[in-house]
């Protein structure tokens, strides 16, 4: 069968662990360039005392809500007609962490006496004495002494939930802890939003904040955040939308809520963006050699570069053909002499480009940041680049797009480049599709269409539309299936026989996707038949073997495929694109999966010779055209779909779009936008 007919998809939502990844020495380094960015944040934040100008019309909860804020900021005590109650003074929250590790040694380890006391306060209270070392690196050398005051901070250890902190805090507080307990309406406040940051959002509208709140049990869920606000938990903010409706009335605006780490992230974000459209690119060659650049690349590859040429920030969308696009911006860039760097979000994707340029000029993402990878930094601390070129942008956060548009020195320029129909990133905020919508610099849409059947097909998913394509050499392969059980024994015997023998690709280039790891068909049930089948054995080292295929992921939301090549004492040792990677015993764990299968997630940013896209009956509620889109784009030259979901996935491609994020981005960058004072 050579014409996807309705192929659909599985059923647990993917967690969302896309493939971007980085070598353990550039996490590390990764997050110092954080942390001195976390530092400049902070600066920024300190010159920022005036009031917020908008919504000074408001009344009701809004107006409450914004002169919270201000007192908040002005070192004030909040009003008593918004606070009736001041809230009981404890210890300062102590700033988010990481919910998992981002080095392959893992996070510095507390004081042996610090993990004591915090074990002590857990065995009062009923709770695993295995959270005393999560919980004493979460809340820090305090940590005990927090929980016995506020038992619901718990929540603040990774993968605790409010119904685990809840049973802590009535067997800790006895009857003293209930659902209207304001120490546990701050902490959900802050739990509702840190689970809202890797699905995306940098805030959340007030509504849906107090709506969350309620179903959580918390009976008055507007004071719970005016006590957030008060205690400095979380910020709110009056953003303007839209335009007064006549003279005498009021400006719209919309009340949202979000953690002060991802604010400052998503403003400076808008501060370095600004900057960069608002300043001429440095004169760093002739018009005329720009111009004779253009005239020697052909179709949009010339728009690009005449777009480059005189513009500080560019956007340029396409899909794998369209990379040979900003190739060659990037050739044309070192043939007159520029620094001028590409960055993408994993290795792999950096070997993929690598091959479409001439020299060198290709990091990825981490490595730049980090200085372990690229041209370095300038005596003033900027990255020594003319331009750069960052890839499969729909993966930038705001958290690395600040760190990005703050490293850049005044006169680069930067081109963000990629498909804007793939999965967003996992992490907070939408950058690459807020500037598409804002409208304001160049955008250069690809004339250059993936070709071939698979081409057509992915072509026509992104605009909601699932094609019938003739397949003449098998490009494209419709597997149906009835249950869980035979979707797994077709998926490797595609993988093990029918593609090897068929279309001549070696399991081993071979790419299994499935929605999520659980459940009858996830990653985790694949990846043991696959094992089974392909690499047999005794799981000698937590479950992995030589020859094993894993993905490996050295920070939160990123995932880098390797195999393993041994173990030893130190640790298992991977090969990760040619590199070698050592992840200590107690981290394996938390950081490797077998990666005969993976997510859509996980494979963004990654492209295979084949892949085998997986639909069970139980995925309908998964399926989306962009968990779709990323899917079935992943392979070059042969996709198989194990088919079993009716006419799911043809209405999840007409009908089901991304999800929707709350972000600020567009109402920050707005003004900073030439003609926005006119």
Request: one cysteine or more; glycine letters at 12%.
């Given at each position: 069968?050579?014409?996807?007919?309705?192929?659909?998809?599985?059923?647990?939502?993917?967690?969302?662990?896309?493939?971007?990844?980085?070598?353990?020495?550039?996490?590390?380094?990764?997050?110092?360039?954080?942390?001195?960015?976390?530092?400049r944040i902070e600066r920024r934040k300190a010159e920022r005392q005036g009031p917020i100008e908008a919504g000074t019309k408001l009344s009701g909860t809004a107006a409450e809500l914004l002169a919270a804020v201000r007192a908040v900021e002005s070192g004030e005590k909040p009003p008593a007609t918004v606070f009736e109650e001041r809230p009981a003074p404890r210890r300062p929250a102590?700033?988010?962490?990481?919910?998992?590790?981002?080095?392959?040694?893992?996070?510095?380890?507390?004081?042996?006496?610090?993990?004591?006391?915090?074990?002590?306060?857990?065995?009062?209270?009923?709770?695993?004495?295995?959270?005393?070392?999560?919980?004493?690196?979460?809340?820090?050398?305090?940590?005990?002494?927090?929980?016995?005051?506020?038992?619901?901070?718990?929540?603040?250890?990774?993968?605790?939930?409010?119904?685990?902190?809840?049973?802590?805090?009535?067997?800790?507080?006895?009857?003293?802890?209930?659902?209207?307990?304001?120490?546990?309406?701050?902490?959900?406040?802050?739990?509702?939003?840190?689970?809202?940051?890797?699905?995306?959002?940098?805030?959340?509208?007030?509504?849906?904040?107090?709506?969350?709140?309620?179903?959580?049990?918390?009976?008055?869920?507007?004071?719970?955040?005016?006590?957030?606000?008060?205690?400095?938990?979380?910020?709110?903010?009056?953003?303007?939308?839209?335009?007064?409706?006549?003279?005498?009335?009021?400006?719209?605006?919309?009340?949202?809520?979000?953690?002060?780490?991802?604010?400052?992230?998503?403003?400076?974000?808008?501060?370095?963006?600004?900057?960069?459209?608002?300043?001429?690119?440095?004169?760093?060659?002739?018009?005329?050699?720009?111009?004779?650049?253009?005239?020697?690349?052909?179709?949009?590859?010339?728009?690009?570069?005449?777009?480059?040429?005189?513009?500080?920030?560019?956007?340029?969308?396409?899909?794998?053909?369209?990379?040979a696009e900003p190739a060659a911006l990037l050739d044309a860039a070192h043939g007159m002499g520029l620094r001028a760097w590409a960055a993408t979000h994993s290795p792999v994707g950096r070997e993929r480009f690598a091959s479409r340029v001439d020299g060198p000029g290709v990091a990825t993402v981490a490595g730049l940041l980090s200085g372990t990878e690229g041209p370095g930094r300038?005596?003033?601390?900027?990255?020594?680049?003319?331009?750069?070129?960052?890839?499969?942008?729909?993966?930038?956060?705001?958290?690395?797009?600040?760190?990005?548009?703050?490293?850049?020195?005044?006169?680069?320029?930067?081109?963000?480049?990629?498909?804007?129909?793939?999965?967003?990133?996992?992490?907070?905020?939408?950058?690459?599709?807020?500037?598409?919508?804002?409208?304001?610099?160049?955008?250069?849409?690809?004339?250059?269409?993936?070709?071939?059947?698979?081409?057509?097909?992915?072509?026509?998913?992104?605009?909601?539309?699932?094609?019938?394509?003739?397949?003449?050499?098998?490009?494209?392969?419709?597997?149906?299936?009835?249950?869980?059980?035979?979707?797994?024994?077709?998926?490797?015997?595609?993988?093990?026989?029918?593609?090897?023998?068929?279309?001549?690709?070696?399991?081993?280039?071979?790419?299994?996707?499935?929605?999520?790891?659980?459940?009858?068909?996830?990653?985790?049930?694949?990846?043991?038949?696959?094992?089974?089948?392909?690499?047999?054995?005794?799981?000698?080292?937590?479950?992995?073997?030589?020859?094993?295929?894993?993905?490996?992921?050295?920070?939160?939301?990123?995932?880098?495929?390797?195999?393993?090549?041994?173990?030893?004492?130190?640790?298992?040792?991977?090969?990760?694109?040619?590199?070698?990677?050592?992840?200590?015993?107690?981290?394996?764990?938390?950081?490797?999966?077998?990666?005969?299968?993976?997510?859509?997630?996980?494979?963004?940013?990654?492209?295979?010779?084949?892949?085998?896209?997986?639909?069970?009956?139980?995925?309908?509620?998964?399926?989306?055209?962009?968990?779709?889109?990323?899917?079935?784009?992943?392979?070059?030259?042969?996709?198989?779909?194990?088919?079993?979901?009716?006419?799911?996935?043809?209405?999840?491609?007409?009908?089901?779009?991304?999800?929707?994020?709350?972000?600020?981005?567009?109402?920050?960058?707005?003004?900073?936008?030439?003609?926005?004072?006119?």
């Open positions: 069968m050579s014409t996807p007919e309705t192929p659909e998809e599985p059923r647990s939502a993917d967690d969302g662990t896309p493939a971007e990844g980085a070598q353990v020495s550039e996490a590390e380094a990764e997050l110092a360039a954080q942390r001195l960015e976390r530092e102590p700033e988010p962490v990481r919910r998992a590790p981002v080095v392959a040694e893992g996070p510095a380890a507390p004081a042996e006496g610090t993990v004591d006391g915090v074990r002590e306060v857990l065995t009062r209270g009923g709770a695993p004495a295995s959270l005393a070392g999560p919980a004493a690196a979460a809340l820090g050398e305090g940590a005990a002494e927090l929980l016995r005051e506020d038992p619901w901070q718990l929540l603040r250890v990774p993968g605790v939930r409010p119904e685990q902190a809840d049973g802590f805090a009535r067997a800790l507080l006895a009857g003293e802890a209930g659902p209207g307990d304001e120490r546990r309406g701050r902490a959900l406040t802050v739990w509702l939003l840190e689970q809202a940051a890797p699905a995306g959002h940098t805030v959340l509208e007030m509504s849906a904040l107090t709506e969350a709140l309620g179903r959580q049990g918390v009976p008055e869920p507007e004071d719970a955040v005016r006590n957030a606000i008060a205690e400095g938990d979380v910020l709110v903010f009056q953003d303007a939308i839209g335009e007064p409706a006549g003279e005498d009335e009021e400006q719209p605006v919309r009340v949202v809520v979000g953690l002060e780490r991802c604010a400052l992230a998503e403003e400076s974000l808008a501060d370095g963006l600004a900057r960069l459209i608002n300043s001429a690119p440095k004169q760093d060659g002739a018009a005329e050699d720009w111009e004779r650049a253009a005239a020697a690349a052909e179709g949009s590859a010339a728009d690009l570069i005449r777009a480059a040429s005189g513009h500080g920030l560019v956007l340029h969308t396409g899909g794998e053909a369209a990379l300038d005596p003033e601390g900027a990255l020594a680049v003319d331009l750069l070129v960052v890839l499969d942008a729909p993966q930038l956060d705001v958290e690395t797009g600040a760190l990005l548009t703050e490293s850049l020195p005044d006169g680069a320029r930067l081109v963000l480049s990629g498909d804007p129909a793939v999965l967003w990133s996992v992490g907070p905020g939408r950058v690459f599709a807020d500037l598409l919508a804002v409208r304001a610099c160049p955008q250069v849409a690809s004339r250059r269409p993936d070709p071939g059947p698979l081409g057509e097909l992915v072509s026509g998913v992104g605009v909601g539309e699932l094609l019938q394509v003739e397949a003449p050499e098998k490009e494209v392969v419709i597997v149906p299936v009835r249950d869980a059980g035979e979707a797994v024994h077709r998926t490797v015997q595609l993988v093990a026989d029918s593609v090897p023998r068929a279309i001549g690709v070696p399991a081993e280039e071979t790419q299994v996707i499935t929605p999520g790891h659980g459940g009858a068909v996830g990653t985790r049930v694949l990846n043991a038949a696959l094992k089974e089948r392909l690499n047999p054995g005794p799981g000698r080292f937590a479950g992995f073997d030589p020859g094993d295929r894993v993905a490996y992921s050295p920070a939160p939301g990123r995932s880098l495929p390797g195999r393993v090549a041994g173990a030893d004492g130190e640790g298992l040792r991977l090969d990760c694109g040619g590199e070698e990677v050592v992840v200590p015993r107690d981290r394996v764990e938390q950081t490797v999966r077998h990666g005969w299968a993976l997510t859509a997630h996980q494979a963004v940013g990654a492209r295979w010779p084949a892949a085998v896209v997986v639909l069970p009956g139980d995925a309908v509620p998964a399926l989306s055209r962009p968990w779709i889109y990323t899917a079935f784009s992943r392979a070059d030259r042969h996709l198989s779909v194990v088919h079993g979901v009716d006419q799911a996935l043809q209405r999840a491609v007409a009908e089901v779009p991304a999800k929707p994020r709350t972000t600020r981005l567009p109402v920050l960058l707005a003004p900073q936008l030439p003609g926005a004072a006119e």
